[in-house]
């Protein structure tokens, strides 16, 4: 079992982002951390945990009492002996050696920095509280104080070229960090950046430019030892995300917190998802006072089973294991997609052996075509 926990305060919003995340005062952050912990003595399951996320939101907001209120509430309910993966989600501008040093003692042995980018202008353009200089120096201390530490970069951001993203990732290489995260922007609704463009007025990079930042990155980050595991994570050999390689791989895990959603296994369904409400006053209130504060519950059908399964892990490198698919649904995979894997073999997307089916380098760029390529006719 893995547990996610989720942590939806920011010290501002940045202009492309639409996590679950607001601005608050200490005193909401408090009764946050209350319910939380309520919800984890709540929610006890009996199987031993994995894996640990803390993610947001900026889970570094919490200071060390609030964080370890919630961690010593973990210990406490649950079985964290064969616990190997503890990552916590932090931001340049929010930390500094000693918070690095007490998030050590709580247990924490992985830390994903969120950096975007190196170049000073571009991160003043996204919002961003922090400078370069600052992301550098809290990434140095990082690694001689952990030794797992992941960075998240961007790309295809306004006004950014493929010199400018090429100047960050050797920046990020000199760093000497385990795990590198690279995602493309997606201009989504409800943000800055969604209502610049729907004014007409978000200048992204052209086609060329963004194959140009693409070609930078599958090549340049190999090069230098961090090998691509998943469409947008790259990491050293033996420091891949165990908790995200989870979520791709059919693994259980409980979600906690507003907003956070769950997947449990079970004998007689093929899984069931179900996740909280995103409203932090709904959710504190709630769980003060005992309501249920699940919005979605879903059982998923053989057909949805199917569709998820084969998405989720098409985005790792290794992609669909086919024995997988047959254990779990008694049927082989070419029984149910013969078509869709002729077309996009037709289409130069996927490598198919006898073991596994996998996206190549131009159906990575191309992965959202191909997953809606999974979905079954209902
Ligand atoms: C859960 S977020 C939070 C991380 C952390 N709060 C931070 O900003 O430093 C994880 C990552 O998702 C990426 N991200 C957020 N919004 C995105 C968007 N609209 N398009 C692409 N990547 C996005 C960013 O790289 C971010 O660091
Ligand atoms: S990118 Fe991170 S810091 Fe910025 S608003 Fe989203 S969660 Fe908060």
Same mark, same amino acid.
């Given at each position: 079992?893995?547990?996610?926990?989720?942590?939806?305060?920011?010290?501002?919003?940045?202009?492309?982002?639409?996590? %679950?995340?607001?601005?608050?005062?200490?005193?909401?952050?408090?009764?946050?951390?209350?319910?939380?912990?309520?919800?984890?003595?709540?929610?006890?399951?009996?199987?031993?945990?994995?894996?640990?996320?803390? !993610?947001?939101?900026?889970?570094?907001?919490?200071?060390?009492?609030?964080?370890?209120?919630?961690?010593?509430?973990?210990?406490?309910?649950?079985?964290?002996?064969?616990?190997?993966?503890?990552?916590?989600?932090?931001?340049?501008?929010?930390?500094?050696?000693?918070? +690095?040093?007490?998030?050590?003692?709580?247990?924490?042995?992985?830390?994903?920095?969120?950096?975007?980018?190196?170049?000073?202008?571009?991160?003043?353009?996204?919002?961003?509280?922090?400078?370069?200089?600052?992301?550098?120096? %809290?990434?140095?201390?990082?690694?001689?104080? +952990?030794?797992?530490?992941?960075?998240?970069?961007?790309?295809?951001?306004?006004?950014?070229?493929?010199?400018?993203?090429? %100047?960050?990732?050797?920046?990020?290489?000199?760093?000497?960090?385990?795990?590198?995260?690279?995602?493309?922007?997606?201009?989504?609704?409800?943000?800055?950046?969604?209502?610049?463009?729907?004014?007409?007025?978000?200048?992204?990079? *052209? *086609?060329?430019?963004?194959?140009?930042?693409?070609?930078?990155?599958?090549?340049?980050?190999?090069?230098?030892?961090?090998?691509?595991?998943?469409?947008?994570? +790259? =990491?050293?050999? !033996?420091?891949?995300?165990?908790?995200?390689?989870?979520?791709?791989? *059919?693994?259980?895990?409980?979600?906690?917190?507003?907003?956070?959603?769950?997947?449990?296994?079970?004998?007689?369904?093929?899984?069931?998802?179900?996740?909280?409400?995103?409203?932090?006053?709904?959710?504190?209130?709630?769980?003060?006072?005992?309501?249920?504060?699940?919005?979605?519950?879903?059982?998923?059908?053989?057909?949805? =089973?199917?569709?998820?399964?084969?998405?989720?892990?098409?985005? #790792? =490198?290794?992609?669909?294991?086919?024995?997988?698919?047959?254990?779990?649904?008694?049927?082989?995979?070419?029984?149910?997609?013969?078509?869709?894997?002729?077309?996009?073999?037709?289409?130069?997307?996927?490598?198919?052996?006898?073991?596994?089916? #996998?996206?190549?380098?131009?159906?990575?760029?191309?992965?959202?075509?191909? +997953?809606?390529?999974?979905?079954?006719?209902?």
């Amino acid at each position: 079992m893995q547990i996610y926990i989720h942590i939806p305060f920011c010290r501002a919003k940045c202009k492309y982002c639409a996590f %679950n995340s607001i601005v608050a005062q200490n005193d909401l952050i408090d009764e946050y951390v209350d319910a939380l912990c309520m919800e984890i003595k709540q929610s006890i399951q009996t199987q031993a945990v994995s894996t640990i996320y803390f !993610g947001g939101g900026t889970p570094s907001i919490l200071n060390i009492k609030q964080l370890s209120k919630i961690v010593d509430t973990l210990y406490k309910d649950y079985d964290l002996s064969h616990c190997i993966e503890f990552t916590i989600e932090a931001n340049p501008g929010t930390v500094n050696k000693s918070y +690095f040093n007490d998030l050590r003692k709580l247990g924490i042995n992985r830390l994903s920095l969120g950096v975007q980018s190196f170049d000073d202008k571009l991160l003043h353009n996204l919002g961003r509280i922090h400078n370069s200089e600052e992301a550098i120096e %809290n990434v140095k201390t990082a690694v001689s104080i +952990f030794d797992n530490v992941s960075i998240d970069l961007m790309y295809d951001l306004p006004n950014q070229t493929a010199q400018i993203l090429k %100047n960050t990732l050797d920046t990020a290489i000199t760093l000497h960090t385990q795990h590198i995260s690279i995602y493309g922007l997606e201009v989504e609704e409800g943000t800055e950046f969604g209502r610049l463009q729907g004014l007409g007025d978000l200048k992204l990079p *052209d *086609d060329d430019e963004s194959d140009k930042m693409y070609e930078l990155i599958t090549k340049e980050l190999p090069q230098h030892g961090f090998q691509r595991y998943e469409i947008s994570n +790259f =990491a050293i050999e !033996g420091f891949e995300s165990r908790h995200n390689l989870g979520y791709w791989s *059919d693994t259980e895990y409980l979600g906690l917190g507003a907003g956070a959603h769950s997947y449990i296994q079970s004998e007689s369904t093929f899984g069931l998802r179900f996740s909280n409400t995103s409203n932090i006053r709904e959710y504190i209130d709630g769980i003060k006072s005992g309501l249920d504060i699940k919005i979605t519950e879903e059982i998923l059908t053989q057909k949805a =089973a199917m569709e998820e399964f084969c998405f989720l892990a098409l985005r #790792k =490198a290794e992609g669909i294991d086919l024995n997988q698919f047959t254990d779990k649904f008694g049927v082989d995979i070419n029984c149910v997609y013969s078509e869709t894997i002729d077309k996009l073999k037709y289409e130069g997307l996927i490598d198919v052996s006898n073991s596994h089916i #996998k996206l190549n380098k131009r159906g990575m760029k191309y992965g959202n075509y191909a +997953f809606a390529e999974f979905l079954l006719d209902p």
